[in-house]
């Protein structure tokens, strides 16, 4: 989770993101910022997100979108 974090971070360090649940729903990422951290997750976790993932619960929380990495590792 914590790698997550510093990628989250690393867009924008302003954010709470341990405790923010609706970063989509209050316009907090935008869709560049979903495509940096789609990338960004298949660098670190070597996990791609398929476009049938990038859905606004997968992204409203930093919680949410560790749910979905550790999904997608486990169907690997």
Do not use: W
């Not at 910022?33 to 660098?43: A, L, W």
């Not at 949410?64 to 997608?72: F, P």
Request: hydrophobic share 40%; with cysteine.
């Amino acid at each position: 989770m914590q790698e997550l974090l510093e990628i989250l971070r690393g867009l924008h360090p302003d954010v709470d993101f341990e405790n923010c649940k609706t970063l989509i729903d209050d316009k907090v990422l935008d869709s560049f910022d979903i495509i940096s951290i789609v990338s960004e997750i298949y660098e670190e976790f070597d996990v791609t997100i398929s476009a049938e993932y990038i859905k606004p619960e997968n992204f409203n929380s930093a919680e949410a979108l560790y749910s979905l990495i550790r999904k997608l590792e486990d169907e690997e």
